[in-house]
């Protein structure tokens, strides 16, 4: 049961993106903060050139997607319910695969980010893998669909035949590589036009004439797909039934978080097309903090397991998972909160150094701007300032607590190779 202090974690996301290197990671991500940081939606008509004047600057200055964890907000198009979507950076390359897997540990849901012109490459898989290893849902962005040799049904095979993993075609662009003009969305069954070459401007319409067969067809292998995962859409499966979008968007959700199901999605993160129908699949169908198991952590004295559910008003369990040293502020801890609330000027206990520790300032990273705040909560992520022995994969508990250390992944930073 949600209490009502625990409420506000309906509407948190705490993703990754994991890709290949190459495979368009840092346009997807430049992307979502770009329209994050907005209040854009889909339908509203936005004048291109503002746009792209925004993204140079913001290049030029440096956009902090460098942050261990970004937090970023996001109003479900069609709707006015906001979101909170935290964006915590997984590193690509295969050198870095402990800190990979370190970063698997803070997240809650990953997009797969492919290039749909090479299907899925062996980086991919290896990312794939790990995140299979720590139990974490996933939807897939098949980008690049519009350069030459893009095509959607080769990411399908190579997600079905390499990774071994169900596909749902959650979309079907329309046209591919230069002809690549939008996107239809085959679980609501409308269609999305890209009118201008920065895509920028989209225009919602009815599925058009010469694509009604494959939606069908898609239509009826993802109701297929998400009846296997949910009893009541089965029954209407065998019955004949159709569902309503709100069932089928369920049963699919508790197939993408029970790993069963992987939302595949189109665009091109570099003509601006299919990211905020991406951000709206992200809030869809990947868990909140209260849809996914609680961390376990072992007492020491009795070496009992103990569970911290995320609540605010629970236990503090945080895990410190990067270090970073900043210019002004100094060595800048990023933590997540998995339950209880870190205050900022209090004392924490690090039961991994097995030391009394002062937190002093507290940072949440937007794209483009800090926000100091006074406390952080569970589900929430942040950089702490002013710690100063913590380590990546200490855990932080409160002062005074028995000493737990949280289920991690205490291995050395890779060392990099120039
Ligand atoms: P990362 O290594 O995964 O972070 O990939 P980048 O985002 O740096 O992209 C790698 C290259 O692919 C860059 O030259 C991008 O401009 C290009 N790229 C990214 N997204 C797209 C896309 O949607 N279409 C095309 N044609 N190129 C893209």
């Avoid at 319910?81 to 950076?89: A, L, P, R």
């Avoid at 290896?126 to 040799?149: C, E, H, L």
Wanted: aromatic fraction near 6%.
């Amino acid at each position: 049961m949600t209490t009502k202090a625990q409420s506000y974690l309906t509407h948190f996301r705490n993703i990754g993106i994991a890709a290949h290197i190459d495979a368009g990671k840092t346009t997807t991500t430049e992307r979502i903060l770009y329209y994050t940081g907005r209040t854009h939606n889909i339908g509203e008509v936005h004048d291109g050139a503002a746009t792209m004047d925004w993204m140079e600057q913001e290049r030029e200055r440096g956009i902090t997607i460098t942050a261990a964890a970004t937090t970023a907000k996001w109003t479900r198009s069609g709707t006015e319910q906001e979101y909170v979507v935290n964006i915590i950076d997984t590193p690509g390359h295969v050198d870095f695969t402990i800190e990979v897997e370190r970063s698997m540990r803070v997240l809650d849901g990953a997009v797969a980010v492919f290039d749909s012109s090479q299907g899925v490459e062996p980086q991919s898989e290896t990312v794939w893998r790990q995140a299979d290893r720590y139990g974490v849902p996933r939807i897939a962005f098949s980008n690049k669909m519009d350069k030459t040799g893009a095509s959607f049904e080769l990411v399908l095979s190579d997600i079905r035949e390499r990774l071994g993993a169900i596909p749902a075609p959650i979309q079907y662009p329309m046209g591919q590589e230069s002809e690549f003009k939008g996107i239809i969305d085959i679980v609501r069954q409308r269609a999305y036009t890209y009118t201008n070459d920065l895509g920028t401007e989209i225009q919602e319409h009815d599925v058009p004439a010469e694509y009604a067969d494959k939606v069908t067809e898609m239509r009826a292998a993802l109701i297929e797909a998400a009846a296997e995962v949910d009893e009541d859409l089965m029954m209407m499966y065998l019955e004949g039934e159709e569902p309503s979008v709100e069932q089928l968007v369920a049963a699919l959700r508790k197939g993408t978080i029970e790993k069963k199901i992987f939302p595949v999605l189109c665009g091109s993160a570099l003509k601006n097309k299919g990211v905020q129908l991406l951000l709206d699949a992200v809030v869809d169908y990947l868990p909140s903090p209260l849809e996914v198991p609680a961390i376990k952590g072992k007492i020491e004295d009795t070496e009992d397991t103990i569970e911290f559910p995320a609540d605010p008003e629970g236990k503090l369990a945080a895990l410190a998972f990067k270090i970073m040293a900043d210019p002004y502020v100094g060595r800048l801890t990023f933590v997540r909160i998995y339950s209880g609330t870190l205050q900022s000027g209090s004392y924490v206990y690090n039961a991994s150094k097995e030391k009394r520790e002062r937190v002093g300032r507290l940072l949440k990273m937007h794209a483009n701007s800090r926000e100091e705040v006074t406390e952080l909560k569970a589900g929430e992520l942040g950089a702490v300032i002013g710690l100063k022995d913590a380590g990546t994969g200490n855990t932080l508990i409160g002062d005074g607590d028995d000493k737990v250390l949280l289920e991690s992944i205490d291995v050395p930073e890779p060392v990099i190779k120039l």
